[in-house]
């Protein structure tokens, strides 16, 4: 081999299986993302943040429903289907997606039930109509976690991307629809309703297909001990994910203080942010699908895993949301009427700190993994004090920013306490330099927009300020060394998935960033 140009490392089968994966997961994600981001603005704009405040409040206690019905069942049947798939006890693997399956549709019916009759006791009967049509939404989205999370213990995340492009598509279409006819906040909850309906049984289908022909196993009693176990951990954990990482902060908004706007702004503000973080989920997702596989494949790959997990996801939120933040005040004067300015300064405490929540996936994956859920436990418990305290604190006098605060403020001790005993329980080499360099990147990257919009204010700086920040982002990942030689060679395993006119300037992309390196 000429010592000159060494020939590339071979990519391990993990980095080419989190790369396909990535692709796909991303095609799903970006279409939601553009689709929802531009129905949002014009639902916003056609309601009105008064009259979205109930809507928005009965929204988000049915995607607490939702969320409390995803993490026992789904995520037990996603650890061990993964865990017997990847050593080969497909029968075993199938008869667990059967159990959770099942339980899951009990869960779906029943919390369904509880929550229509909430709605037909203390619904506002204004919105009554919208109210039990978003409750219809939630047994569909619920029930199709479980065939969702079986792809992703198989690592096929391409057969959840179709029936989610599906849903999206209904939803968006039946929702401009619904604003084109006038038909109100009802119709939007039934477009709803629809593309949920719809997604669930083309992703039942897609399992069908793959896991269909396989006999059925048993699911042996100690087993069922151990699932039983997990799921349980898994509620309690979801709970407190709830008050911590979700928007549980509206229940204290609504409640002491007297502006309904101050919800809307909150829930907009948060759901910005989800949108934005919703793009490093793009390869967190893939990653935590093959953290999981190789929990059953073999346990020493882990913790390189998890670090490396931390830092993508680093150099995807961090310009991401530090330049949402930034330019805050353009955005939102574009985008929305001139009542939702006030959400300003509520969106840049939520961009900036949200960053923290884009990092706990891999070490919390890792501890789940390992079925170290305890401290995540007990953990969420202190941080859901300092959020509920804060919130006192705050959001009586400061409305929706005191709210994102607290919350931003909870979010950043849960990642800090989730790293720092991930460290101490896995013996992990963090590589802080590495964060370091990512870090002194978005700084140069944000003091960059700042000027520009300082010296042209408005959309058109807004504009100026989005294109030389994502050059300067690139020009100071490149200046700090910032990218490690094996990250070279994953994220040209990235671009293997693209057609081949954007892989050429794909590669040269990653050339110039990494000048000198072999796998460039």
Not at 49 to 58: C, F, G, I, K, Q
Not at 80 to 99: D, H, I, K, Q, W
Not at 443 to 472: E, K, N, R, S
Request: overall charge positive; aromatic content about 8%; glycine content about 10%.
């Amino acid at each position: 081999m000429n010592p000159e140009n060494p020939r590339p490392p071979v990519l391990s089968g993990n980095t080419r299986t989190v790369a396909r994966n990535s692709f796909w997961y991303g095609l799903e994600v970006s279409f939601g993302l553009v689709t929802a981001f531009f129905i949002s603005i014009a639902v916003a704009n056609t309601f009105g943040p008064d009259r979205l405040s109930y809507y928005n409040y009965v929204a988000w206690l049915t995607n607490v429903s939702i969320t409390l019905g995803t993490f026992g069942m789904p995520a037990t049947a996603r650890k061990y289907m993964a865990e017997f798939l990847n050593c080969g006890e497909r029968e075993v693997a199938r008869a667990t997606y059967l159990v959770t399956l099942k339980i899951q549709v009990y869960l779906a019916l029943g919390i369904g039930a509880a929550a229509l009759a909430v709605v037909l006791w203390l619904g506002d009967p204004q919105y009554r109509a919208a109210a039990v049509l978003l409750v219809a939404a939630v047994p569909p989205r619920l029930i199709a976690t479980i065939p969702s999370q079986a792809n992703n213990a198989a690592e096929m995340l391409r057969l959840n991307t179709g029936p989610s492009l599906a849903g999206a598509a209904a939803t968006a279409i039946l929702t401009v629809v619904s604003l084109w006819s006038g038909w109100g906040l009802a119709g939007l909850a039934a477009a709803l309703v629809i593309g949920s309906a719809l997604e669930c049984l083309l992703k039942l289908l897609a399992v069908e297909r793959w896991l269909g022909g396989v006999a059925r196993g048993t699911v042996s009693p100690e087993l069922k001990r151990r699932m039983f176990a997990y799921s349980g951990q898994g509620l309690a954990l979801m709970v407190l994910n709830i008050v911590v990482w979700d928007r549980s902060d509206v229940i204290i908004l609504k409640a002491l203080n007297h502006d309904p706007r101050q919800i809307t702004f909150f829930s907009y503000a948060f759901t910005l942010s989800e949108r934005v973080l919703l793009i490093p989920a793009m390869f967190g997702g893939s990653l935590s699908a093959t953290m999981m596989a190789q929990f059953g494949r073999g346990r020493a790959r882990l913790k390189e895993m998890t670090v490396d997990g931390g830092r993508y996801a680093l150099l995807m939120s961090l310009p991401l949301l530090l330049g949402m933040a930034c330019i805050s005040r353009p955005l939102i004067m574009l985008l929305y009427i001139n009542s939702y300015r006030l959400m300003i300064p509520t969106l840049t405490i939520v961009a900036i700190m949200a960053i923290p929540k884009g990092l706990i996936t891999a070490p919390t994956m890792l501890l789940q993994a390992s079925e170290r859920q305890g401290f995540l436990i007990l953990w969420g418990c202190v941080c859901g004090v300092i959020d509920i305290g804060l919130d006192i604190l705050l959001t009586p006098a400061h409305g929706a920013s005191g709210a994102a605060f607290a919350n931003g403020s909870a979010q950043a001790v849960g990642a800090l306490g989730i790293w720092i005993y991930a460290w101490k329980t896995n013996d992990l080499d963090l590589r802080l330099r590495d964060f370091g360099r990512i870090a002194a990147s978005g700084a140069i990257m944000a003091a960059g927009v700042l000027a520009t919009l300082w010296a042209i204010p408005g959309a058109w700086g807004m504009l100026v300020a989005i294109v030389l920040g994502a050059a300067l982002w690139m020009i100071a990942l490149r200046f700090t060394a910032a990218l490690r030689p094996e990250d070279v060679g994953r994220l040209l395993s990235l671009g293997e998935q693209l057609p081949m006119g954007p892989r050429r300037h794909w590669k040269r992309l990653m050339s110039w960033l990494a000048p000198g390196n072999p796998m460039a």
